[in-house]
């Protein structure tokens, strides 16, 4: 009797809630007023197969009928119902681990088994975006210890599937921290290495704070929704793979914090580095190369900061059995000449061709970390491993491996155009002496990017360039004209993001 008091049937809203599930029930909902239901109360909704935690939202009575709840698209996805399907509506259990995220807020340091269980509960979706953030924000800056970072690297790894390699004991990867638009280095570095035998199945996150993600671009031009026995597939076929981490299940935790990290503009220490660490150990990596570049307005603004972060990752990656190398590199301006998706694809394209305008910026420090690989590989040392690296480049082989990777993949795609397009030019003759990085890259998020794959825009010179009355100084992409306005009144309000001397 109670079943059938507290029961509603289904109704799917066509709302688009992200990835956070809500439900919808109207005010005068006899289960709301009987239960003290209000917006924002967490309920457990069941059938008879599943069950599922969401945020309650209270609608006017002329939306529903009494007998019905509403479900965002989400929550009916993962409830897996159907419209009309009978409903069990109660108050969400008690989420212990939540006591856990507050003794983190009032700054005590957390064990092992509170970590473990506050990821668990959070890939079982038993957390609101609101309580996500707040545990996000708890950790942020360097404010987890080095044993939280370990105790959270090995809960994230935990919760997920991970990749198995047999008898190979060297698996190899490399990640960028960020902070760098257009520093793309990735595809060209896996077709490198790979070219030259070492297995390298790199699963990459989508952009947080920038305009572009490896996986990202790389969408542009192949199919990067693989599941793992794609990727098993392909690295047999391959020694590689540039696919995206997400779809693969790999850690799951991660993608879900990575989604609130990015609403919130933060990229927390402790956070980045479990997130890297995770995934590199979920796919069976043994010796990861970390690029960590440092400029004033890149992610990492000092070497002092950059040598923590650095000793960090390196006694992470042992403590959970992993061997790091970290490089930290120059940030104090971007790399290649595209911002965003499909502009980062068209320079990753002309490296590996070896076309007379590449951005050799982004050629030579692809160069430099495949060099890192070779060196940790068989210690071959890194000029050796720098004059192996461009052999591979210059004779073809690396664009012909990469060609291979994407057909293995399963799809070839061809880059497209943006529908509108804007190009800035100079009114004076001057020297480029500086670019804010982080303006920069808002600059190309406010146009679309990397949602629109081919939203972003293309700089026609960088630091140092001389450039003369007339000349042009970047190309912005948008495929909303509402998006290119946008981004062209923020970039007049924000003139020094690029400064020139007279």
């Known amino acids: 009797m109670a079943l059938t008091q507290h029961t509603l049937n289904a109704v799917a809203m066509g709302i688009d809630t992200h990835q956070e599930p809500v439900a919808y029930m109207r005010q005068d909902c006899h289960i709301c007023r009987s239960e003290g239901l209000v917006s924002n109360t967490r309920i457990l909704l069941r059938t008879e197969n599943n069950e599922l935690i969401v945020t309650l939202n209270v609608v006017r009575n002329d939306k529903l009928f009494p007998s019905e709840?509403?479900?965002?698209?989400?929550?009916?996805?993962?409830?897996?119902?159907?419209?009309?399907?009978?409903?069990?509506?109660?108050?969400?259990?008690?989420?212990?681990?939540?006591?856990?995220?507050?003794?983190?807020?009032?700054?005590?340091?957390?064990?092992?088994s509170e970590i473990t269980e506050i990821i668990k509960d959070i890939s079982k979706h038993n957390y609101s975006d609101i309580e996500i953030a707040s545990f996000l924000s708890a950790c942020a800056g360097q404010r987890m210890s080095e044993a939280e970072i370990v105790h959270l690297t090995n809960a994230m790894v935990a919760c997920g599937?991970?990749?198995?390699?047999?008898e190979h004991k060297k698996i190899f990867d490399k990640h960028c921290i960020g902070g760098l638009p257009g520093n793309r280095t990735t595809p060209i570095v896996v077709s490198i290495a790979s070219a030259a035998g070492l297995i390298i199945p790199k699963t990459s996150s989508r952009a947080i704070t920038s305009p572009a993600g490896t996986a990202d671009t790389m969408e542009c031009l192949a199919n990067v929704n693989l599941d793992i026995n794609q990727i098993e597939?392909?690295?047999?076929?391959?020694?590689?793979?540039?696919?995206?981490?997400?779809?693969?299940?790999l850690s799951p935790a991660d993608d879900m914090l990575i989604r609130i990290e990015r609403a919130l503009n933060i990229d927390g220490e402790g956070q980045l580095i479990a997130s890297v660490l995770s995934k590199k150990i979920a796919a069976g990596s043994t010796y990861v190369i970390i690029d960590i570049p440092v400029g004033k307005t890149a992610k990492v603004r000092s070497q002092k900061d950059a040598a923590r972060l650095a000793q960090l990752f390196?006694?992470?990656?042992?403590?959970?059995?992993?061997?790091?190398?970290?490089?930290?590199?120059?940030g104090s301006k971007p790399i290649g000449a595209g911002i965003g998706p499909c502009?980062?694809?068209?320079?990753?394209?002309?490296?590996?061709?070896?076309?007379?305008?590449?951005?050799?910026?982004?050629?030579?420090?692809?160069?430099?970390?495949?060099?890192?690989?070779?060196?940790?590989?068989?210690?071959?040392?890194?000029n050796a491993g720098r004059d192996l690296a461009t052999s591979i480049l210059d004779s073809g082989q690396a664009l012909g491996q990469f060609n291979k990777i994407i057909l293995a993949q399963g799809e070839r795609k061809s880059l497209t155009d943006a529908s509108h397009q804007f190009t800035e030019v100079s009114e004076k003759s001057a020297t480029l002496i500086e670019i804010d990085n982080r303006k920069l890259a808002r600059f190309a998020k406010l146009a679309g990017a990397p949602f629109s794959l081919n939203s972003g825009l293309r700089l026609h010179m960088n630091v140092g360039s001389q450039v003369h009355i007339g000349q042009s100084v970047f190309t912005l992409f948008s495929d909303s004209q509402g998006e290119m306005a946008y981004a062209l009144d923020y970039y007049h309000d924000n003139a020094d993001i690029f400064i020139f001397k007279d």
């Open 69 to 112: 709840i509403g479900l965002s698209d989400i929550a009916f996805e993962r409830l897996q119902c159907s419209d009309n399907q009978k409903v069990a509506i109660s108050h969400a259990p008690v989420v212990t681990s939540l006591s856990y995220v507050r003794k983190k807020i009032f700054g005590s340091e957390l064990i092992a």
């Open 161 to 166: 599937r991970k990749l198995s390699w047999g």
């Open 233 to 249: 597939n392909v690295v047999a076929k391959t020694e590689a793979c540039l696919a995206w981490g997400g779809a693969v299940n």
């Open 314 to 330: 390196t006694k992470v990656g042992n403590a959970c059995h992993i061997k790091v190398r970290c490089v930290i590199t120059d």
């Open 343 to 382: 502009e980062e694809a068209k320079d990753i394209l002309s490296v590996l061709a070896c076309s007379e305008d590449a951005p050799q910026d982004l050629r030579e420090k692809s160069i430099f970390l495949a060099a890192n690989l070779f060196d940790m590989n068989d210690g071959l040392g890194i």
